[in-house]
């Protein structure tokens, strides 16, 4: 196993997404978390946010509760690796952050579990159909919800295109951001946006972003045909519950 180097700051921060902001956090901290202890809050954080426990949220809130779930997602598997590194007397801490290889990345996909048992009796959205019809792993899903949303125009860029807010608002509404807390929500609570301008943005980025599907062709997990097959499929299984959904 190579030595793996670790951003501090990064650390501390996937530690407060992941055991709250009260956490006191130093090297000590970094040197004592245990993996028992991360996926023991990583399971009481999916409780609240997991996709499958937001069946009856309308779609907008449905994403909004999605987006803290994948920071939450984020934060343990990079705390989970680095406990793994640090154990194994691999890692270095510093203020530089580090990057693994593609090669590294497309080996990990194939210790990522694939869905077994019977697709949910409810409307899927495309990607959640990939996985629970077992033909994409759990993280490969959830590397391609957060690829199709960083190609989608940005929340703030809209806003402000739109004259919803100004830059010095917007720096603000960043600035006050707490972490995991959805964008739009931070507008909202600091009175700088309404639900109803928050919900129009979101779904302005949702029409203008790339089919979910690309993500699972590029990188190599499914072919164009089979995809296109899986999405007849996707089709008739929406039908049977009354779903226009395609994204």
């Given at each position: 196993m190579d030595i793996l180097r670790f951003d501090i700051n990064k650390l501390f921060m996937s530690c407060r997404t992941l055991f709250g902001e009260d956490v006191q956090l130093n090297r000590q901290f970094l040197e004592y978390i245990q993996e028992t202890g991360i996926k023991s809050a990583?399971?009481?954080?999916?409780?609240?946010?997991?996709?499958d426990r937001l069946i009856h949220l309308d779609p907008i809130e449905k994403e909004q509760k999605t987006e803290l779930f994948i920071n939450l997602n984020n934060a343990y598997?990079?705390?989970?690796?680095?406990?793994?590194?640090?154990?194994?007397?691999k890692v270095i801490i510093e203020g530089i952050s580090s990057t693994i290889s593609n090669t590294q990345q497309q080996d990990n996909y194939n210790l990522y579990r694939f869905y077994k048992g019977f697709l949910p009796k409810r409307e899927l959205l495309f990607g959640e159909f990939l996985y629970y019809s077992g033909n994409v792993p759990w993280k490969a899903y959830i590397d391609a919800i957060v690829w199709q949303r960083q190609q989608r125009p940005r929340f703030g860029d809209i806003?402000?295109?739109?004259?919803?807010?100004?830059?010095?608002?917007?720096?603000?509404?960043?600035?006050?951001r707490t972490i995991g807390e959805p964008i739009g929500e931070t507008a909202i609570r600091l009175s700088f946006l309404t639900k109803l301008q928050v919900r129009t943005i979101i779904l302005h980025q949702r029409m203008n972003q790339k089919k979910i599907g690309e993500f699972f062709y590029i990188n190599g997990f499914l072919t164009k045909e089979k995809i296109n097959?899986?999405?007849?499929?996707?089709?008739?299984h929406?039908?049977?519950f009354k779903t226009k959904k395609i994204f």
């Amino acid at each position: 196993m190579d030595i793996l180097r670790f951003d501090i700051n990064k650390l501390f921060m996937s530690c407060r997404t992941l055991f709250g902001e009260d956490v006191q956090l130093n090297r000590q901290f970094l040197e004592y978390i245990q993996e028992t202890g991360i996926k023991s809050a990583f399971r009481q954080g999916a409780l609240m946010t997991h996709p499958d426990r937001l069946i009856h949220l309308d779609p907008i809130e449905k994403e909004q509760k999605t987006e803290l779930f994948i920071n939450l997602n984020n934060a343990y598997q990079d705390l989970i690796n680095f406990v793994k590194a640090r154990d194994n007397k691999k890692v270095i801490i510093e203020g530089i952050s580090s990057t693994i290889s593609n090669t590294q990345q497309q080996d990990n996909y194939n210790l990522y579990r694939f869905y077994k048992g019977f697709l949910p009796k409810r409307e899927l959205l495309f990607g959640e159909f990939l996985y629970y019809s077992g033909n994409v792993p759990w993280k490969a899903y959830i590397d391609a919800i957060v690829w199709q949303r960083q190609q989608r125009p940005r929340f703030g860029d809209i806003a402000k295109k739109w004259k919803y807010i100004n830059d010095d608002n917007m720096r603000f509404v960043l600035k006050n951001r707490t972490i995991g807390e959805p964008i739009g929500e931070t507008a909202i609570r600091l009175s700088f946006l309404t639900k109803l301008q928050v919900r129009t943005i979101i779904l302005h980025q949702r029409m203008n972003q790339k089919k979910i599907g690309e993500f699972f062709y590029i990188n190599g997990f499914l072919t164009k045909e089979k995809i296109n097959s899986l999405y007849h499929e996707f089709i008739k299984h929406n039908i049977a519950f009354k779903t226009k959904k395609i994204f």
